[in-house]
């Protein structure tokens, strides 16, 4: 169950990141309204993704998401822009990411 909640919070991640900078691109760097579109597109499924968590709430899901958001931003910039992030920047995802597991996967009754 856990394995499937990180799988969709990937997912989530990549169709919204994705998604926006795909809009970033057809604006900012004038590539064009397919950019644009295909960011519309991808910013759309992101709304889905997160209907598939296995936890009715959609404020966990959506605050724990935030800190999914911040850490896979990181790593987008890293991969893609060949952003650095200083270790301010590692420390505060790594922080989120601890906010994510007790959000989604503390122990409940």
Avoid: H
């Amino acid at each position: 169950m856990i394995a499937r909640s990180l799988l969709l919070f990937a997912l989530a991640a990549l169709a919204e990141i994705g998604g926006a900078w795909l809009v970033w691109q057809g604006l900012r760097e004038q590539r064009g309204v397919l950019w644009i579109a295909g960011g519309v597109v991808a910013l759309g499924a992101y709304g889905f993704v997160a209907t598939f968590q296995p936890d009715p709430n959609f404020g966990r899901i959506l605050a724990a998401y935030g800190g999914v958001f911040v850490a896979g931003s990181l790593a987008w910039g890293i991969v893609v822009d060949k952003f650095r992030p200083d270790r301010w920047d590692y420390l505060g995802a790594s922080i989120c990411l601890v906010g994510v597991a007790i959000i989604m996967y503390a122990p409940r009754r």
